[in-house]
């Protein structure tokens, strides 16, 4: 099956701590993890991040939400023991716990109003699904994540549309200032005197593979609209054999066809093939026509610092 929404956890979770015992939050992955009847993959799968699996993640959440509720109490971060309003809400074996089902607990409701930004002054925060997080089936992090990936794939194509309408000289440039930020060529100075764009041979340019210019590497750069195919690539290999050179780059805003990449990883050369997806990326990764435009600090709890003993 696959992960359960972090609402669907709760339920399930609450009827897990009647035993009256204090557990560890790893103990509620494992137990849960067997009765939803998970997976190795789903048990493992990450967040878009890879900082945290997913169902650790909705696991937390839920147990969170129930202590915040004051279903649970958590004598310490990570562990967790059923209060007496927990064993009577248990008790009624609920089908289902949502936020909108804690709120009718006094002591979420003041969490979920703390969590709430106010408008201005004094004026109450306005308790709804957007401000304290009812929206269904993803949990705080997951929906930062997302929001984080849907803003990430604008950028990229943002990026790669304007790539694609720059003139070959300018192009010339940018391959220059990302191979540069990626380390190699040296200064830019140095890189811009070692490459000439000049289709000599099937060869775009030559830039060193590193400061000292011990090895090279060889460039085709296209900005092109249609797939780049296999007749493509044996070419620049053929241009690569030919300087008896055993590193090579082709590098288009289009993409590669199946035979094209098929054949270059057959090849004795190592060639490396970057689509237009994987320019923009490396663009943004290296900072390369883009600029930081706000950022967000999430922190958390130093427990070592409120730990006594």
């Known amino acids: 099956m696959a992960i359960p929404e972090f609402n669907e ?21 494992e137990a849960l993890g067997k009765q939803f009847e998970l997976t190795p993959d789903e048990l493992n799968e990450m967040l878009p991040s890879g900082t945290q699996r997913r169902w650790h993640n909705r696991v937390n959440w839920a147990c969170y939400d129930l202590f915040r509720a004051g279903l649970l ?14 064993r009577k809400l248990a008790a009624e074996k609920p089908k289902y716990i949502d936020r909108e ?66 003139d070959p000289y300018r192009f010339e440039q940018l391959v220059i200032d990302l191979l540069v930020a990626m380390g190699y060529g040296g200064s830019r100075e140095e890189a811009g005197r070692v490459t000439k764009m000049s289709n000599d041979h099937g060869i775009d340019g030559v830039i060193n593979d590193d400061p000292l210019g011990l090895d090279v590497i060889y460039l085709q750069a296209k900005r ?76 958390e709890v130093d427990n070592d610092y409120f730990d006594d003993e």
């Open 9 to 29: 956890i709760k339920a399930p979770a609450m009827q897990f701590f009647t035993d009256g015992k204090l557990h560890k939050i790893s103990d509620v992955f």
């Open 73 to 86: 109490d958590r004598p310490k971060k990570g562990w967790y023991i059923i209060t007496d309003l927990g």
């Open 101 to 166: 089902y804690l709120m009718r607990f006094p002591q979420f409701v003041e969490f979920a109003k703390a969590s709430a930004k106010a408008p201005k002054g004094d004026e109450e925060p306005k308790l709804d699904a957007a401000n304290i997080g009812l929206i269904k089936g993803n949990t705080p992090d997951e929906i930062f994540e997302a929001a984080y990936v849907m803003l990430h794939a604008r950028l990229k194509k943002e990026v790669l549309e304007l790539v694609k309408k720059m």
């Open 224 to 299: 092109w609209k249609q797939t780049v195919g296999r007749e493509e690539i044996q070419k620049f290999v053929g241009a690569l054999a030919g300087q008896q050179a055993h590193k090579g780059v082709f590098i288009t805003t289009s993409d590669f066809g199946s035979t094209a990449t098929d054949y270059a990883r057959k090849v004795s050369q190592k060639v490396i093939l970057i689509d237009g997806d994987r320019l923009a990326e490396l663009m943004i990764q290296h900072n390369i026509g883009v600029t930081r435009s706000r950022s967000r600090e999430i922190k």
